[in-house]
Nanobody, 119 residues
Framework: VQLVESGGGLVQPGGSLRLSCAAS????????MSWYRQAPGKERELVAT????????IYSDSVKGRFTIWRVDAERTLYLRMNNLKPQDTAVYYC?????????????WGQGTQVTVSP
């Protein structure tokens, strides 16, 4: 299984970025997909989650209204649109997959993509 993130970079406050996560080696529709992030010196935190069957979305309070998560199952790709970026959004962003067809299913992580928000 591979999860490969892309789309990170340096952006000014108020700017936008779109992250992508390309999945391979798994049946994409069997997985709940999420974005997490980890800032220097902080714990990894959940940013947004999207279910596979009803596309229910959950966002952390810190990004609600600014970030949008979606998935294209035919492409086996997860996306995160980030608008009105703030310096506190600076972190490494990770793609996460959790198997939902059985209790205690496998979980996978991508290698991360750096997002830096700075003037």
């Amino acid at each position: 299984v591979q999860l490969v993130e892309s789309g990170g970079g340096l952006v000014q406050p108020g700017g936008s970025l779109r992250l992508s996560c390309a999945a391979s080696g798994l049946t994409f529709t069997d997985y709940q997909m999420s974005w997490y992030r980890q800032a220097p010196g902080k714990e990894r935190e959940l940013v947004a989650t999207i279910d596979d069957f009803n596309y229910r979305r959950i966002y952390s309070d810190s990004v609600k209204g600014r970030f949008t998560i979606w998935r294209v199952d035919a492409e086996r790709t997860l996306y995160l649109r980030m608008n009105n970026l703030k310096p506190q959004d600076t972190a490494v962003y990770y793609c996460h997959a959790r198997y939902i067809r059985a209790i205690g299913g496998a979980e996978y992580w991508g290698q991360g993509t750096q997002v830096t928000v700075s003037p």
